[in-house]
């Protein structure tokens, strides 16, 4: 089981602020903005690569859900949704995961 379907799992430890029955979210451990949540599936998907049918279409679809109502519960006004697909990327945990960030400006593009 990778990492990210232990913390979905209960099995390791994990900041969480939002899990139904699809989605587990966690803040992530080295934040890279004051605001900075991890949303994930609690089904393993490696990456949006994996999104190939309609079951996982809904699970993807889900984790913009929640991200979008943790964003909005937060209050926040203005925020980021990052993912990373491969390690020239940056992915370095290949279980799809959405970055949410937020509480300060953002450049763009992103290095
Ligand atoms: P990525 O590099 O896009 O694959 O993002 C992986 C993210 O997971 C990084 O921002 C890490 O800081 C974060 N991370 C790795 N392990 C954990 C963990 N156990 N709990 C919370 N965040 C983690």
Redesign the pocket.
Known sequence: MC??CK?AAGE?P??IVYKNEHVTA???????APT?I?VIPNQHLESVNDIVDDASALVAGECLRAAREIAQQAGLSSYRI???IGADA?????HL?L?LLAGRKMSWPPG
């Not at 803040?27 to 890279?32: F, G, R, T, Y």
């Not at 940056?90 to 290949?94: A, E, L, N, P």
């Open positions: 990492i990210f913390i390791i994990a900041n966690f803040k992530d451990l080295n934040p890279q900075h991890l990052v993912t990373n940056g992915q370095s945990v290949f995961h970055h």
